[in-house]
């Protein structure tokens, strides 16, 4: 069945680093792929999404690729600033005849000043 | 704030007994979603209705169940209740049509703790 891996947290970075989470999927077909936020406290957000392949999403400095070719969707950023410290999730939708998401196991990041 | 209202936000309850968490989705949306978010098993979706009829069912125990109504808020029925069902349940909504992806709006959930 349909899977996602994601890199192991936590995450720990200074203020002005450069981010970079992995994101590899198992997938049948051609998925759409998303990542994820979820701030303290809070619901998860969409950060990002790409529905095919090569396809790149961005918002808010986070950048993602949609390779198939190595079937990833690595989340980064050049510059993370404190209030990026949240948990990100990879996902992918993979059956059009539902809306169903599947989500990767989250990695929690900390940018400390 | 996404327009998804979850209620309760916290919930604590005992071994064996049943809870049921209310959702209501953004307006117009008529697709809901339920996950739950747990330390060892991570966000995993459970079931999914779309305008009153169930659409896609994910690893939902049997112990629990789902509808949702005519004014399209939903419901998550929890009974016989284990340690083990202590997690978050987020509740989702989308306006998703069959054959393509709409972005799910997540509410702040849920937190139930069993004792």
């Known amino acids: 069945g349909n899977s996602v891996t994601q890199m192991e947290g936590p995450v720990t970075l200074s203020e002005e680093a450069f981010l970079t989470i992995n994101c590899t999927y198992t997938?049948?077909?051609?998925?759409?792929l998303f990542w994820y936020v979820q701030y303290p406290g809070e619901g998860l957000q969409l950060l990002l999404k790409?529905?095919?392949?090569?396809d790149k999403g961005s918002n808010k400095g986070f950048e993602a690729t949609y390779r198939k070719e190595t079937t990833s969707f690595h989340l980064e950023k050049g510059s993370v600033q404190v209030s990026d410290s949240a948990v990100y999730f990879c996902?992918?939708?993979?059956?059009?005849?539902?809306?169903?998401?599947?989500f990767g196991q989250g990695t929690t990041l900390q940018v400390k000043p | 704030d996404s327009g998804v209202t979850q209620t309760p936000k916290h919930l604590i309850t005992a071994t064996g007994q049943r809870v049921t968490l209310r959702c209501s989705p953004r307006?117009?949306?008529?697709?809901v979603y339920w996950y739950q978010q747990s330390l060892d098993q991570g966000l995993q979706f459970l079931i999914q209705?779309?305008?009153?009829?169930?659409?896609a069912k994910g690893n939902i125990l049997e112990r629990f169940s789902a509808q949702q109504f005519p004014d399209l808020h939903s419901e998550l029925n929890l009974s016989s209740l284990e340690l083990g069902d202590s997690a978050l349940y987020f509740c989702?909504?989308?306006?998703?049509?069959?054959?393509?992806?709409?972005?799910?709006?997540f509410g702040p959930g849920t937190r139930l703790t069993v004792l």
């Open positions: 989702a909504s989308s306006p998703w049509t069959s054959g393509s992806y709409n972005e799910q709006f």
């Open positions: 307006s117009g949306d008529l697709s």
């Open positions: 790409a529905t095919k392949a090569d």
């Open positions: 997938a049948t077909g051609y998925p759409s």
């Open positions: 996902a992918l939708h993979g059956s059009s005849n539902t809306g169903k998401l599947i």
């Open positions: 209705y779309y305008n009153g009829e169930e659409r």
